[in-house]
């Protein structure tokens, strides 16, 4: 099973900053398989990134996906009031694992 | 719209059952494989078990293998997961969740779909 491990837990930064999420996982992640989902207190996970790169439908292109193999980021490039929540990655190489969360809170 | 609402959450002495529904709507519900995700107080999401689109293909999470169940309706476009023999560690919400592509040998995709949720809270 892979095991995705996200750094760091939380992310203290003011609206309009840069945000950078890591997400590294034990072993290769093949054909990129690897989305990011935010969740917002009391609502379920929302799905942002797929495919590492690959916008859903509807989500703003502050966010964007990079990565490969075992390291993977989520970049918001300024964070804007409805930004703050916890995001998670996800791999489905075979099984579906997630990490353990980034929360990106208010400074 | 695509929309998914579970049901069927609730307390439940530990050692007892719950089913758990979760009824499709918007979308051609029997090509498209589902999973169960859930999310104890405070956590983590944590995937729970997947049934293929025709319902031939079915996995679980080693902490629920042999207890829960997973199935589908395609007559009634509704998903459900059978609980038994429920611990207090099972006390989560229970998402459903859509995944985009389901062939005949993988259906571990990204979820493009969530339900709201439904709490179980195994307690005595």
């Known amino acids: 099973e892979i095991v995705l491990t996200q750094s760091p837990g939380t992310l203290s930064l003011s609206p309009g900053e840069r945000a950078t999420l890591s997400c590294r996982a034990s072993?290769?992640?093949?054909?990129?398989?690897l989305a990011w989902y935010q969740q917002k207190p009391g609502q379920a996970p929302r799905l942002l990134i797929y495919?590492?790169?690959n916008r859903a439908t509807g989500i703003p292109n502050r966010f964007s996906g990079s990565g490969s193999g075992t390291d993977f980021t989520l970049t918001i490039s300024r964070l804007e009031p409805e930004d703050f929540a916890v995001y998670y990655c996800?791999?489905?190489?075979?099984?579906?694992?997630f990490g353990g969360g980034t929360k990106v809170e208010i400074k | 719209q695509v929309q998914l609402v579970e049901s069927g959450g609730g307390v439940v002495q530990p050692g007892r059952s719950l089913r758990l529904s979760c009824a499709a709507s918007?979308?051609?519900?029997?090509?498209?494989?589902m999973h169960w995700v859930r999310q104890a107080p405070g956590k983590g999401l944590e995937w729970v078990a997947v049934?293929?689109?025709?319902?031939?293909?079915?996995y679980y999470a080693d902490s629920v293998k042999g207890r829960f169940t997973i199935s589908r309706d395609n007559s009634k476009n509704t998903l459900y997961l059978q609980m038994n023999s429920l611990r207090a560690e099972d006390t989560a919400v229970y998402y459903c969740a859509r995944v985009r592509f389901c062939s005949s040998t993988n259906c571990y995709g990204y979820l493009e779909n969530w339900g709201q949720g439904t709490l179980v809270t195994v307690s005595s």
């Open positions: 049934i293929w689109y025709d319902g031939a293909k079915k």
């Open positions: 918007g979308f051609t519900f029997s090509t498209y494989g």
């Open positions: 996800q791999q489905y190489d075979g099984s579906l694992t």
């Open positions: 495919g590492v790169s």
């Open positions: 072993q290769s992640v093949s054909s990129n398989y």
